[in-house]
């Protein structure tokens, strides 16, 4: 037996990425991955209900952060990309699904002329709208600064509320006012420094147009079957790695000579090194005893509960539009759901029945979505959705997803305070490293990203 082992502690992407790349590093190591439940993925998991395909948690991988699909390809799984036929989403205000102006970009607008006609803004606001062209910088290179305090001051509250939040916001489930601008979309920042005025930098800054006449390649990817099928490969492809369920890690024992001891319910396991690829607040709980300052700022991330529900409707027929992939509802329009994906317009994924299923979201950062039950929750889909969308009939399937403590919220100062706790970490506890959502992306490919970093920090 190898006299090299390492442990890897949660088995979501990030953990299942720390260990193959664990795998590469260390090719003759002992290697164990420990999940606590009774399932590989962590927030990702697909319900295959009859053979269609509805996610619980993500569906997509953004394909310009490049790690999560070099990873899919190296492991010999192919990606699909959204439905070419479907061009973006709805946003819903007063009444109304309202198309989002084109050249809308991250949710600011950059064409003056698609801004002017949309209705989705009053006159005020598009004029205050144009204040960007002529206002002075409000950022400094090394001061962060919410997202929300700094559209509002460059394009006014109509920009942010009907457009910027539901767009930006919805990924992190945050509120906007509070989101870190360096932690989430820090090209804005970029392009204040460079242009001043965000509306030029990004025109100049556009991607210019493909050049065949051909459709452009998708944005965004997932996999026949689902996300669960990145999962399932992964775990596949990391062959003699200990992959065991149900085992969660109660403790650590780090001891400088002879590596970290791993406690689980069962054993105690000694380690070489240790990845903790778990969420921020059960990191802090392991770490408490021997990196008590990173404990308190890993313990101090607030995530936010998310319901995502599922429904499949056989025969909606034209209730759902096929050119379009969901809608996105603001704050203060009177309902509780905050987008909702039209999956099978979304995405052609191979050999499902015909059907249409839609998937709605719940739950903002500082909401208590999941004191309801399931049967409250699908009550109010129910009643919202007879409302947004009268015409689609009764579901002949539902299912509730509880997502609870589901996507960190990245406030002010996030990025400063998670690098410092990273090298504290190194000084007081050389051989755990930390990885997962929480400390700097967290979309799946920033989440593999992190991953291997961590395992470049182990000797
Ligand atoms: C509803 C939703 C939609 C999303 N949509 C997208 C999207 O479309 N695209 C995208 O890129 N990202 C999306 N994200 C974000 C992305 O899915 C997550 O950030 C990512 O999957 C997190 O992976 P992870 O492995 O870091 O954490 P997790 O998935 O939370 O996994 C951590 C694992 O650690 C285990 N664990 C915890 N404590 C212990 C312990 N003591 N011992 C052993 N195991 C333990 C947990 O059981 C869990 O399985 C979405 C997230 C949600 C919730």
């Known amino acids: 037996m190898s006299d090299q082992r390492y442990v890897v502690v949660g088995g979501g992407i990030s953990g299942l990425a720390a260990a193959y790349a664990l795998r590469k590093k260390h090719p003759q190591a002992e290697i164990l991955l420990l999940e606590a439940q009774d399932h590989l993925g962590g927030v990702i998991h697909t319900d295959r209900y ?45 009444g109304r699904f309202y198309d989002i102006p084109p050249g809308v970009q991250s949710g600011v607008p950059t064409d003056v002329w698609a801004l002017v006609q949309s209705g ?71 392009l204040e420094a460079k242009h001043r005025s965000i509306v030029q930098g990004a025109r100049q800054t556009r991607p210019a147009p493909p050049s065949s006449s051909g459709p452009r390649p998708s944005m965004f990817a997932t996999f026949a079957g689902g996300l669960e099928s990145y999962i399932e490969a992964l775990s596949k492809s990391l062959g003699d790695v200990d992959q065991r369920c149900h ?56 995530y936010a509960d998310l319901a995502v529900i599922g429904a499949l409707y056989k025969a909606s027929g034209p209730a759902i539009p096929e050119d379009k992939t969901g809608f996105l509802v603001p704050r203060g329009e009177g309902f509780q759901m905050t987008a909702c994906t039209y999956v099978s317009s979304k995405w052609h994924y191979p050999d499902v029945p015909e059907g249409a299923v839609i998937r709605s979201y719940y739950g903002r950062a500082g909401e208590d979505i999941l004191a309801m039950n399931d049967a409250e929750l699908l009550a109010l889909y129910r009643r919202e959705m007879h409302d947004l969308l009268p015409k689609l009939g009764d579901p002949d399937y539902t299912v509730v997803f509880r997502q609870p403590r589901a996507i ?33 992306g967290v979309g799946i490919p920033d989440c593999v990203r992190r991953s291997y970093a961590a395992v470049e920090q182990m000797d």
Not at 130 to 135: C, P, Q, T
Not at 253 to 267: L, Y
Request: aromatic fraction near 8%; glycine fraction near 8%.
């Open 50 to 94: 009859s053979g269609y395909v509805i996610e619980a948690g993500p569906d997509s991988i953004l394909r310009r952060k490049p790690e999560a699909i070099a990873l899919a390809e190296a492991i010999g799984l192919a990606s699909i990309g959204t439905n070419p036929g479907a061009h973006g989403a709805y946003i819903y205000h007063r």
């Open 120 to 190: 989705l803004l009053s006159w005020p606001g598009k004029l205050r709208a144009g204040f960007d062209f002529f206002l002075p910088r409000i950022t400094r290179p090394n001061d962060d600064i919410a997202l929300g305090r700094f559209l509002r001051y460059r394009f006014g509250d109509e920009v942010v509320d009907r457009l910027a939040a539901p767009m930006l916001s919805g990924i992190y489930a945050g509120n906007i006012d509070q989101m870190s601008m360096d932690a989430t979309f820090p090209h804005f920042k970029d």
């Open 247 to 302: 085992t969660p890690v109660v403790s650590l024992e780090p001891s400088s000579d002879q590596g970290v001891e791993v406690v689980t319910e069962q054993e105690t396991i000694v380690a070489n090194g240790v990845i903790l690829a778990i969420p921020a607040f059960a990191a802090a709980t392991l770490l408490s005893t021997h990196a008590r300052m990173v404990s308190h700022v890993l313990e101090a991330v607030t």
């Open 408 to 440: 960190p919220q990245y406030q002010v100062g996030h990025l400063r305070k998670m690098a410092a706790a990273v090298q504290q970490l190194r000084t007081d506890c050389p051989r755990i490293a930390l990885a997962g959502s929480y400390i700097d």
